[in-house]
């Protein structure tokens, strides 16, 4: 079975801090993404990876960056927290196969509070 | 756009009720379609999978049809159980790399 490990699964922070949030996969996968959940809003995609030091802005990037060094590892960065990114986080990866049906596979995601 | 339409919430329902939770779709062309369950305080799984027109999506009970046609993929359940009290998201496959379109989410409550 494929296991997505996030580091964390609460976190408060305060406005302003540097915010790491870590995600793990260990089944090879090209792909790696990050989302935040809302009430309402669903799921929408912050940044995806399909290849190490490759990366390319989803739907809502501002204010978040990402690193991803290892295959296995996919960080998301807030560079300086503010409140209104109180919000659940998930991290999923799949294959990699372009214009095929390979399903997500997501951790246990971190609820994020900025105080 | 792509986007996602999911019937609202909550759903709540009495045990071995039948559940029908609707969803369409606006995409380009005609993608794998997905439902995902997120359990209170988890992450998501994968529930089930169509990935072409008049394919049926089956697990644990649940089935989905892929319309392309109504462009459609409503997700069914003769008989629910307590334990089927869950969020549950509707999404497809859009581009390249994988990236999932999702719904909003609907909320189903059982109640025995």
């Known amino acids: 079975d494929v296991k997505v490990t996030q580091s964390s699964r609460y976190l408060v922070k305060r406005t302003g801090e540097k915010v790491f949030l870590e995600c793990v996969q260990d089944?090879?996968?090209?792909?790696m993404f990050w989302y935040r959940q809302d009430p309402g809003l669903g799921l929408r995609l912050i940044y995806f990876?399909?290849?190490?030091?490759?990366?390319e802005k989803g739907d809502i990037p501002e204010g978040y960056s990402v690193s991803r060094e290892k295959k296995e590892r996919f960080s998301l960065i807030l560079e300086s927290a503010s409140t209104n990114q109180t919000s659940m986080y998930l991290c999923?990866?799949?294959?990699?196969?372009?214009?095929?049906?390979?399903?997500?596979?997501f951790g246990d995601g971190t609820r994020l509070s900025i105080l | 756009g792509n986007s996602v339409t999911q019937m609202e919430g909550p759903v709540t329902l009495s045990e071995e009720a039948f559940l029908t939770i609707n969803c369409t779709y606006t995409?380009?062309?005609?993608?794998?379609l997905f439902w995902y369950v997120q359990y209170p305080g988890e992450g998501l799984q994968l529930l089930l999978k169509?990935?072409?027109?008049?394919d049926k999506g089956s697990n644990k009970g649940f089935e989905a049809t892929y319309r392309k046609e109504t462009t459609s993929f409503h997700l069914e359940k003769g008989s629910v159980q307590v334990s089927d009290s869950a969020v549950y998201f509707c999404?497809?496959?859009?581009?390249?790399?994988?990236?999932?379109?999702f719904g909003a989410g609907t909320r189903l409550a059982v109640h025995p």
């Open positions: 999923a990866s799949s294959l990699q196969y372009l214009g095929g049906n390979q399903p997500q596979h």
């Open positions: 089944m090879d996968h090209e792909n």
């Open positions: 990876s399909y290849d190490v030091k490759m990366k």
């Open positions: 995409a380009t062309g005609y993608p794998s």
């Open positions: 169509a990935t072409k027109a008049d």
């Open positions: 999404a497809f496959l859009s581009g390249g790399y994988n990236k999932l379109i």
